[in-house]
T-cell receptor, first 115, second 114 residues
Framework: KAGVTQTPRYLIKTRGQQVTLSCSPISGHRSVSWYQQTPGQGLQFLFEYFSETQRNKGNFPGRFSGRQFSNSRSEMNVSTLELGDSALYLC??????????????FGPGTRLTVL | SQQGEEDPQALSIQEGENATMNCSYKTSINNLQWYRQNSGRGLVHLILIRSNEREKHSGRLRVTLDTSKKSSSLLITASRAADTASYFCATAPYQNQGAQKLVFGQGTRLTINP
């Protein structure tokens, strides 16, 4: 099976702009989660989608949003970018909803730089 | 705030030696997972140990879990250069099923010297 793919791999934006990141999960996986990784805060959970519905949400402002399509592909959007949004954004898929007993399969990430 | 904290933050050993990393967490958990990350890329799942298990093996990996001390350790035996990576523990704090999320520690940076 093909792994989790994320596009684009690298992105440079300026403050105030918005950005959309895409994630295609492993075939058959219906749960997609997003994480932000920064040197200072580490890996932080953004949200999880399952069957096109947001199931869990982390402590991020409303500028961070996402959605999931009927084919389980997911997009994440960040509006009004701030310098602090510079990070590696990781997408992970799994077979089941929730994270409590299921390994997460991660994509390679999208490196976002905000200037 | 981070649920899990790894110790040490960085570890450098010679190829062939064993590497041990520790993880401590704060609240009751359903399970604990270990992941590896190579140089700013995606994470790779290594092993999952449930709260009712005390030890688990996978190839050169050995994971222990002590729920009374809220701690886990990852042992990599006979290390190789390819094991150079950051290692993260991740816990699923016990909550209502619908409110679960995976919480990662800050990671241990392991360097294997040839």
């Amino acid at each position: 099976k093909a792994g989790v793919t994320q596009t684009p791999r690298y992105l440079i934006k300026t403050r105030g702009q918005q950005v959309t990141l895409s994630c295609s999960p492993i075939s058959g996986h219906r749960s997609v989660s997003w994480y932000q990784q920064t040197p200072g805060q580490g890996l932080q959970f953004l949200f999880e989608y399952f069957s096109e519905t947001q199931r869990n949400k982390g402590n991020f402002p409303g500028r961070f949003s996402g959605r999931q399509f009927s084919n389980s592909r997911s997009e994440m959007n960040v509006s009004t970018l701030e310098l602090g949004d510079s990070a590696l954004y990781l997408c992970a898929s799994s077979t089941r909803r929730g994270h409590w007993d299921t390994p997460q399969y991660f994509g390679p990430g999208t490196r976002l730089t905000v200037l | 705030s981070q649920q899990g904290e790894e110790d040490p933050q960085a570890l450098s050993i010679q190829e062939g030696e064993n590497a041990t990393m520790n993880c401590s967490y704060k609240t009751s958990i359903n399970n604990l997972q270990w992941y590896r990350q190579n140089s700013g890329r995606g994470l790779v799942h290594l092993i999952l140990i449930r709260s009712n298990e005390r030890e688990k093996h996978s190839g050169r990996l050995r994971v222990t879990l002590d729920t009374s001390k809220k701690s886990s350790s990852l042992l990599i035996t006979a290390s190789r250069a390819a094991d150079t990576a950051s290692y993260f523990c991740a816990t699923a704090p016990y909550q209502n099923q619908g409110a679960q999320k995976l919480v990662f520690g800050q990671g241990t940076r392991l360097t294997i010297n040839p």
